[in-house]
């Protein structure tokens, strides 16, 4: 059915009621990851991972957008969001929105996950429950493992209250001492180093039905707590409660200023574990007032010691009922129980790749064997992840580049990777084998600089060529450069992504990729990376649309040309798949383009502000999210353009960020058969019935079942079954 053709009037598009707050958005798609943990078609164990996601998800928030707007109340900013809200009205939303939320996650988790993982065999018991036997085993591990690194540290005027590191499980534990009447505090950090859920061993298992438990075991908070005597010996123990404290995690970096970035990242990451204003206390929900007002006197910041309290609000105070830090439920994703899973997925490579022969032991081609470059000259591949295979395909490009000797330099931006990375390996092996070696490798990647600072050093140690970006711009394009002799002349060789060179988050993201040896785009990524490497005002390119120098532009004018064929009485259609929709321009265009009766279609996973749906403004834009195994990361972004259609993919999402403050790089799809396959991936998932959510005009997002007598449709299953023809 043909949507709505409204004729423009004038309207102010920039008025606040036609925006959504990015935060509460935010929360709503945090919600919908929490609602697969409810969902019983999700597997047991795969709904503990949606709860610890979940957890882990809202962490990150804390750390990052809770901080950042405290951080603006204290500041005294009084500027408007777009959708008309100041800091301190956001903090309360925010407040109102999560409590429920997090009441409802452990609610879920005591009372519907905990008796279902029973029904399975998997006990995670409270060491109350627990028979003597169980006991004795545990206070023999107590006495073994955990008690000979446990530090009880009193907290009286002789002893100032230690820095509490963020996130980690702590015991506030009440003492009185029997010769003096005192009553006194002590706090017992919980050892990250051990494991968060301890297995009893097989003979000390739950049996039922004459069988054996799969997994029996008791949180290392309750061993520790139920041995506490151990700690204080001569002192009575009168209570204790579990507590936890979340600090701003973003790091204070003036990069002008810094004459070594690596060194200033390091140092602020030193403070981050302990110095960083504290922006939430979750705490146990039998806690008295009196313990609670005693945590009150946390230090809040090493960076500012004359602050001595935490200056938190109630709002910013969680009751825990039950088990707390669930993310730590991720462990239980290891059990070997695969009917509680999700099928096991082997990935593919795509049609034009199968007839590369199987790799060498270092990962190169064999003798007589077609190799990665000869099958790229022929066609640029689209490769798409987890449905294609990481390893065969990118991972294999940037070995067999590294192994070649015909290869003469190789060039990477480095954002996130895994600590044992393949392709760093890779690169390390191409620069001692004599290559021209460079990675640039951003430092500022958040909450992997470690990881990355780490390799770094190991990548220069090996005589690659490092550099950590532009002073004020984040690096997150994803591209790969291959500069190879090939018959008497130079080709470059080229991979353009969506997502991180990282094999392990590729088997759980899905992202996008070209592969190709077009001049143009080898053309475009070596001014690129003389740009990022050396000194450059480089503001054009062949093909590529580039951030923050031509990608806003070139988008803002892709969506007024379908604007404007409206306006001429030909049809407009866009359909852009990103994982959010923050900026005010595009949403602004994208309003004016409903206005004239463009279709526009948004696959936009977490964060969107856009309004959709409302009458004479956004009538005929629809904005799904999807949900699911894997998470949609990809972004894709097409323009009918009166036939002559356009597609692009790249790095970028539709945020200021992307577009002001970051590299970032899109390419456009130019193989006629590679474009119909990006066009037939946004049609399946705009059908999907089963993981998909549609956003309603008032901010609420209703999932999509299917109807009487239709096919269930899972746009993540559909393209596996696809790959694997």
């Known amino acids: 059915m043909a949507r709505r053709k409204t004729a423009p009037t004038e309207i102010n598009l920039t008025d606040s009621q036609y925006y959504f707050n990015r935060e509460l958005s935010w929360l709503e798609f945090n919600n919908r990851v929490l609602h697969e943990a409810f969902d019983p078609r999700t597997p047991l164990l795969e709904r503990l991972k949606f709860l610890a996601i979940f957890s882990s998800n809202l962490d990150e928030f804390f ?9 603006q109340v204290e500041a005294g900013v009084s500027q408007l969001t777009p959708d008309g809200r100041t800091p301190q009205e956001q903090l309360d939303l925010i407040s109102q929105r999560l409590r429920p939320m997090v009441v409802q996650q452990h609610q879920h988790f005591e009372q519907a996950i905990r008796p279902q993982m029973a029904a399975h065999g998997i006990y995670l018991l409270d060491y109350i429950d627990l028979n003597q036997e169980q006991r004795s085993y545990l206070q023999n591990y107590f006495q073994e493992q955990i008690f000979p690194v446990l530090t009880p540290l009193a ?18 534990v009440v003492i009185k001492d029997p010769v003096t009447e005192d009553e006194l505090f002590a706090r017992v950090k919980v050892p990250n180093i051990l494991p968060r859920f301890l297995a009893l061993p097989d003979h000390l298992k739950v049996h039922e039905h004459g069988t054996v438990a799969a ?6 908070e309750q061993v520790i707590a139920h041995n506490l005597d151990a700690l204080f010996p001569g002192m009575n123990v009168q209570e204790y409660y579990l507590f936890r ?6 790091l204070e970096l003036e990069e002008d200023e810094a004459d070594d970035l690596l060194l200033a ?35 809040c910041s090493v960076r500012d010691p004359e602050n001595k309290d935490m200056d938190l609000c109630e709002s910013d105070i969680y009751e825990i009922e039950g088990l707390m830090c669930l993310r730590d439920l991720m462990s239980f994703l290891g059990l070997p129980l695969p009917d509680l899973k999700d099928p096991p997925w082997s990935s593919s490579v795509p049609a034009r790749l199968r007839r590369l022969g199987e790799p060498t032991e270092d990962g190169g081609a064999a003798d007589g064997e077609e190799d990665m470059f000869s099958l790229i000259r022929k066609h640029d591949v689209l490769v798409h992840h987890p449905y294609h ?23 990477m931006t480095l954002y996130r990777t895994s600590g044992d990375s393949p392709i760093l390996n890779a690169l390390i092996m191409a620069a001692e084998n004599g290559k021209q070696v460079a990675a640039l490798v951003e430092l500022k990647a958040r909450f992997d600089e470690a990881n990355n600072i780490n390799w770094a050093r190991k990548l220069e140690r090996s005589g690659v060529h490092v550099v950590y970006g532009l002073v004020g711009l984040k690096t997150h394009t994803k591209v790969v450069l291959v500069v190879r002799q090939d018959e008497g002349r130079i080709r470059r060789y080229v991979h353009i992504g969506t997502g991180n060179y990282n094999p392990k988050t590729a088997r759980l993201y899905t992202d996008l990729g070209l592969l190709s040896c077009r001049e143009d785009l080898g053309a475009d990524l070596t001014d690129l990376f003389n740009h990022l490497t050396g000194y450059s005002r480089q503001r054009s390119y062949r093909k590529l649309l580039v951030a923050p120098v031509s990608l806003r532009d070139r988008m803002l004018a892709l969506i007024h040309r379908e604007t404007d064929n409206a306006k001429a009485g030909g049809s407009g259609r866009i359909v852009a798949k990103m994982n959010a929709l923050v900026d005010q321009q595009i949403i602004v265009a994208l309003y004016e383009a409903s206005q004239v009766g463009v279709q526009v279609d ?5 964060m969107c502000c856009l309004r959709p749906g409302v009458p004479g403004i956004s009538d005929n834009i629809r904005v799904i999210s999807i949900v699911g195994r894997f998470l949609e990361h990809s972004r894709i972004f097409y323009f009918y353009n009166q036939g002559q259609e356009e597609i692009f993919i790249g790095s970028a999402d539709w945020m200021p960020r992307n577009l002001n403050r970051r590299v970032e ?24 019935n089963r993981q998909s959510w549609d956003l309603q005009p008032d901010g609420r997002y209703i999932q999509r079942r299917p109807v009487a007598d239709t096919p269930e449709q899972n746009s993540q299953r559909v393209l596996m079954e696809l790959v694997q023809q």
Request: proline fraction near 7%.
């Open 665 to 688: 790089a899109v390419v456009p799809i130019e193989d006629p058969a590679l474009a119909k396959d990006l066009q037939e991936i946004l049609a399946i998932m705009l059908s999907d």
């Open 215 to 220: 997994w029996t075991g008791v949180p290392l």
């Open 602 to 606: 948004l696959i936009v996973r977490g």
């Open 389 to 411: 295979s990481f390893s065969r395909t990118v991972q294999r490009f940037i070995t067999e580049a590294a192994q070649d000797p015909n290869v003469l330099a190789i060039k």
């Open 155 to 172: 907290i009286d005027p002789s002893h100032p209250f230690p820095h509490i590191s963020t996130l980690s499980l702590n015991l506030a």
């Open 265 to 299: 990242i390091e140092q602020e990451l030193r403070k981050r574990r302990f110095g960083g204003s504290v922006v939430r206390l979750e705490v146990q929900a039998s806690m008295p007032a009196s313990v609670r007002e005693w945590l009150l006197k946390i230090p």
């Open 63 to 71: 750390m990052v957008r809770v901080a950042a707007l405290k951080q």
């Open 245 to 250: 404290v979340t600090r701003d995690g973003d």
